[in-house]
């Protein structure tokens, strides 16, 4: 989704507001631009495509190294193609204001029609011009911009964060937010503002969190939050980051995916620490004083979806727990009364703790008075902040737009829940517990072992099919949540045609897609459904249909390729399944050419709905 960053301070403030939106490039942009003041007039620079497009332009203005506020975007399109004209910041008539936006105004048109009367015009075909322009007019009428900005901001429905710059004050940031994320950095002498920390983490981990309805007012030395439905002060918490720059760089490897796929063992050590009662049990103090649900939904999107389908075979089979699992953009628009306070628990699973579907499901769920419990990767996210009780899954920053090690460290997450039920529950039979628990542990060591040799037979095979222009994804069981995320990954990494399935569900329609050009990647583990895979295989074969079988055994079968990992106990064998899933994608993709780190038209963090 969209980036902005603002900065006003000592330092040259175009390169800040530039180095600021690279590093938020990982969340997926197709155009970009900064906007500063400069000797009483208001200036944008914007070009689509890259951030290199809009470097080349900078290089061109002399005013770069003097001018010390500048705010930056960039801009993942919702309304309009990806031109320069719609990219950010946006300037209004008079050319008194520029902004920058993230998220949508869903009146827009209807505001648009009545500047449209007042004698507008409009140059662009997005939300944020209009914004822009109905702030101007407001701010006619009012003494300064945050009484203008306040009454805009009762007009304008949706999400947005924005920040903006006045002609008159222009080393002033004024920036707002509802239902999109903004965050400030507080420096010496110097301010900043952006959708996510590492844009300012080199120059300060002293970070302010901004809420719904919250507008802040910057200069270089000093700062104000105001509620902005009456203007009252807020007296905001600071807080200090704890993760450096360094965890947000890419450490030698090709790709943030590679250096993200290779961190998975040391993602499960960091996410199981301190949560392992050796061989006792599992330490979640967080959730001690709540009830033990009847009925748990879970709700995510995408990958977090599928790290929570996963977990419903360990939540019904190790605590007995009946799971309803629900897409967010699903979830939020059901019919409400289906959920019980006094029995059910919502459970939402984001790695970003922004995704604006799971974020609307998690508060109907507060609203219907059920507890809710939020698995996040952010700290001090919407969804963190907003659930009754957050569960943080210290991955670390994810900055490839595919997911990775966030699935593994919602998985480490959800399978230390599905034990701290059963315990609780006493349904977990007498030393299955220490068993579980103590594979789980051996987990980061045995996968780091494993983990270059996947990677080796990864390649190899990716050349093998990257031809391919469609693949069948298939397992049963807790492989099914696997089978859809490889799918997921190979499309939208390759943007090769993938489907993920359950295996026997084939036979009900996909497999007259079957030939010798359309390969399955099956994955048979050595569980009580394997034969139940192997009949699929052979259908599959008798169709002429080529196959990979990823096994953690030796298989009674004859495929084309059959890619052996370790064995985990049980479901725990998906920590083994998930890299190979990954690597396989990325190989591909990275064999054809592709943008592995940001795949064409997504977005890391989806804040609009
Ligand atoms: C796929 C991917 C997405 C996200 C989804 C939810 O690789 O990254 O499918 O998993 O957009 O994002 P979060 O977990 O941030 O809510």
Request: hydrophobic share 40%; charged share 20%; proline share 4%.
């Amino acid at each position: 989704m969209c980036g902005i960053v603002g900065y006003t301070g000592h330092r040259p403030a175009i390169p800040v507001a530039f180095e600021g939106l690279e590093h938020l490039e990982y969340r997926g942009y197709d155009s970009a631009g900064i906007g500063y003041g400069f000797q009483n007039k208001l200036e944008v620079v914007r070009s689509a495509g890259k951030l290199k497009n809009l470097s080349e332009k900078i290089s061109h203005s002399t005013t770069a190294l003097t001018v010390t506020c500048a705010i930056g975007h960039t801009r993942w399109a919702t309304h309009g193609v990806p031109e320069e004209r719609n990219a950010h910041p946006h300037i209004s008539n008079d050319k008194s204001l520029i902004l920058v936006h993230n998220g949508i105004i869903e009146n827009y048109l209807e505001i648009k029609e009545n500047l449209v009367r007042k004698g507008y015009t409009f140059h662009s075909d997005t939300d944020t011009e209009v914004l822009v322009n109905l702030i101007a007019e407001e701010r006619k009428n009012q003494p300064d911009l945050l009484h203008a900005l306040r009454i805009a901001l009762q007009k304008a429905h949706g999400a947005y964060a924005i920040c903006l710059l006045e002609r008159e004050n222009p080393e002033i940031l004024y920036a707002a937010r509802m239902a999109a994320p903004l965050i400030f950095g507080i420096g010496i002498g110097e301010n900043f503002v952006a959708s996510d920390i590492p844009a300012f983490l080199s120059y300060t981990r002293n970070v302010v969190f901004l809420e719904d309805g919250e507008i802040l007012v910057a200069d270089a030395n000093s700062y104000s939050v105001y509620r902005s439905d009456d203007l009252a002060c807020v007296q905001k918490q600071e807080q200090c980051i704890q993760w450096s720059m360094q965890a947000a760089q890419k450490g030698g490897f090709r790709h943030f995916m590679l250096k993200e796929i290779f961190e998975q063992p040391q993602v499960i050590k960091d996410g199981l620490t301190g949560r392992i009662r050796e061989w006792q049990g599992v330490v979640l103090p967080e959730l001690d004083n709540l009830t033990i649900p009847r009925r748990l939904h879970i709700v995510a999107c995408g990958t977090s979806y599928h790290a929570g389908l996963w977990s419903s075979h360990l939540f019904e089979s190790w605590a007995r727990i009946p799971v309803q699992i629900e897409i967010a953009s699903e979830f939020r628009y059901k019919e409400r009364f289906l959920l019980d306070p006094a029995e059910d628990l919502v459970l939402v699973i984001s790695q970003s703790g922004e995704t604006a579907d799971t974020l609307a499901a998690l508060r109907i769920a507060r609203e219907q008075g059920v507890t809710t419990v939020g698995i996040c990767n952010v700290v001090g996210s919407s969804i963190a902040r907003e659930a009754d009780v957050v569960l943080y899954t210290q991955a670390g920053p994810e900055i490839s737009v595919a997911s990775t090690k966030a699935m593994t460290s919602q998985m480490t997450m959800l399978a230390c829940l599905a034990i701290y039920y059963g315990e609780r529950k006493q349904v977990l039979e007498e030393g299955r517990e220490e068993k579980i628990l103590r594979a789980l542990a051996d987990l980061p060591k045995r996968l780091e072992e494993a983990l270059p040799v996947m990677h080796t037979e990864a390649k190899r095979l990716s050349r093998k099919y990257a031809q391919a222009k469609s693949f069948f994804y298939l397992g049963r069981g807790h492989c099914f949540a696997l089978a859809l995320e490889g799918a997921l990954k190979l499309k939208e990494l390759s943007y090769i045609h993938a489907e993920g399935y359950a295996a026997g569900e084939m036979k009900h329609g996909p497999i007259a897609l079957i030939d010798p050009n359309f390969p399955s990647f099956v994955i048979a583990l050595n569980d009580r459904l394997y034969p139940k895979v192997k009949s699929n295989i052979v259908e599959i074969q008798a169709r002429q249909g080529h196959i990979i079988v990823l096994t953690d055994f030796n298989v009674d079968i004859k495929v084309d390729d059959i890619w052996q990992i370790p064995s985990g106990m049980g479901a725990l064998g998906a920590f083994f399944v998930l890299p190979c899933l990954q690597f396989f994608s990325y190989e591909v993709a990275d064999y054809l050419g592709k943008d592995v780190d940001q795949p064409r038209n997504l977005a890391k963090s989806v804040t609009v709905e």
